[in-house]
Every structure is written in C-alpha cells, then in structure tokens.
C-alpha cells in the first residue's frame, strides 16, 4: 500500500485498473501501487494570457488584440477525462470570442467606442461547457493598430489640434480687430479723447510731442 496526502487546493483523482473511482479529498489517503493510479488536480485560479491575435474589423481592416482570462477548475475529474488539452481548448474558445466581437463592428466604432471592446465570459465559456472549467473573468488587455494606422491616426490627431490652433489664432486676430474698429469709432464720434491721450502719452518720460502743420495732426515720438 501507498500513501498520499492531498493538500487543501488540490483534489486527486483515484483510477483503478484504468477506472476511475472516486476523487480524493484534502487529506491522507491510502490506495494499492499495484492496482491503482494517482492523478492530482491543482483547484486554485489560474491566469491565461491570450497573446495579441491578428483580426479583421466588419470593415475588413486589420486590428490585434490580446486578453486575459481568470479560470479554476470546478470539476476536476472532467477536466483530466473529457479533453486530451483542456486549457488548450480555453485559449482557442477565447480567439474565436475575440474573433465574434471584432467581426462585429467597423475599427472606427471599435476604437472609438471602447465599450465594444467588452469579452464577456459566458461567450468563453460556452467553449469549454463540460470541461471542468469554471471562467471567473476575461477581458481585452492591448488593443494595437497596424503601423499605417497607428500613422493614419497619429496624423489625424495633429491635424486636429493644428487646426485648433489655427481657430484660436483667428478668434484672437478677430478680437483684435474689434478692438481697434471700435476704438477708432470712439475717437471718431468723440475727438477730445484723442487730445487726452496725448496729454497722457505726453507725461510719460522721454515722450517728446510734435505738432503737424494739418490740423488735429498730432506725432508722438517715444
């Protein structure tokens, strides 16, 4: 006779003459090394990393991504009897949920709209239904354009904010112009307020003050 101890984040699967009987719980257990087999299944969550996966968007553009799925084993004796590769089969059920939801909507609507970017779980796990598998989470981690789009959108953004610039520009040489229009029709309809600006400009140090034989004709000279 042999003996095992299961620890509390496992459970072990007891095959006798090539049936399995019984899974073993935390604890010692005693089985033949003759007649039986010993298979342990590690319960705790687990992380798998979708890695960036080459897609085309409604539109037919290319777009990557990659995600990353939260998982345990909830059954262990139909995740070591039913699927020769169980995790293996998680990793593709999950490029072909990033496949549907890309598909689904143009890049446009994806990169601007993150919330299509959203992996729901159950359409995972409805990829590995009788697996064993328990899905606690998945998600899109990276979203990566093509070289000449990450280009594309980097120049749209600089024309952008170029043009933003360019408006601003506008509106202060606009403003400008009031100003001036509006101060030249103030000394039109009141011409004693050209004469107070002189006085003022006058007092300042160094100001010298020249009188043009044109009436109202006046220069200031810093």
């Given at each position: 006779m042999a003996v095992i101890?299961?620890?509390d984040w496992q459970r072990a699967l007891l095959f006798t003459d090539g049936?399995?009987?019984?899974?073993?719980?935390?604890g010692r257990h005693r089985y033949s090394r003759v007649d039986d087999k010993v298979e342990?299944?590690?319960?705790?969550?687990?992380?798998?990393?979708?890695?960036?996966q080459e897609l085309l968007t409604a539109d037919g553009l290319s777009l990557r991504l990659s995600a990353h799925?939260?998982?345990r084993v909830a059954d262990p004796a139909a995740f070591v009897?039913?699927?020769a590769a169980p995790e293996q089969e998680l990793y593709v059920g999950a490029q072909l949920a990033l496949r549907d939801l890309v598909a689904a909507a143009t890049l446009d609507e994806l990169v601007t709209d993150r919330s299509r970017l959203v992996l729901d779980p159950a359409t995972v796990a409805a990829h590995v239904d009788g697996l064993g598998i328990e899905l606690i989470s998945a998600a899109v981690r990276d979203v990566m354009l093509p070289g000449e789009l990450r280009r594309a959108a980097v120049e749209t953004?600089?024309?952008?904010e170029k043009g933003r610039a360019e408006l601003e520009r506008a509106r202060a040489e606009a403003a400008s112009l009031r100003t001036l229009a509006n101060a030249a029709k103030l000394l039109e309809e009141h011409p004693a307020l050209l004469r107070l600006r002189t006085i003022q400009a006058a007092s300042?140090?160094?100001t010298t003050v020249v009188l043009t034989p044109e009436p109202g004709q006046i220069?200031?000279?810093p």
């Amino acid at each position: 006779m042999a003996v095992i101890r299961v620890l509390d984040w496992q459970r072990a699967l007891l095959f006798t003459d090539g049936r399995l009987v019984r899974v073993l719980e935390p604890g010692r257990h005693r089985y033949s090394r003759v007649d039986d087999k010993v298979e342990t299944v590690d319960m705790r969550r687990r992380i798998t990393v979708v890695n960036g996966q080459e897609l085309l968007t409604a539109d037919g553009l290319s777009l990557r991504l990659s995600a990353h799925l939260g998982w345990r084993v909830a059954d262990p004796a139909a995740f070591v009897t039913v699927a020769a590769a169980p995790e293996q089969e998680l990793y593709v059920g999950a490029q072909l949920a990033l496949r549907d939801l890309v598909a689904a909507a143009t890049l446009d609507e994806l990169v601007t709209d993150r919330s299509r970017l959203v992996l729901d779980p159950a359409t995972v796990a409805a990829h590995v239904d009788g697996l064993g598998i328990e899905l606690i989470s998945a998600a899109v981690r990276d979203v990566m354009l093509p070289g000449e789009l990450r280009r594309a959108a980097v120049e749209t953004v600089l024309a952008r904010e170029k043009g933003r610039a360019e408006l601003e520009r506008a509106r202060a040489e606009a403003a400008s112009l009031r100003t001036l229009a509006n101060a030249a029709k103030l000394l039109e309809e009141h011409p004693a307020l050209l004469r107070l600006r002189t006085i003022q400009a006058a007092s300042a140090p160094g100001t010298t003050v020249v009188l043009t034989p044109e009436p109202g004709q006046i220069a200031i000279t810093p």
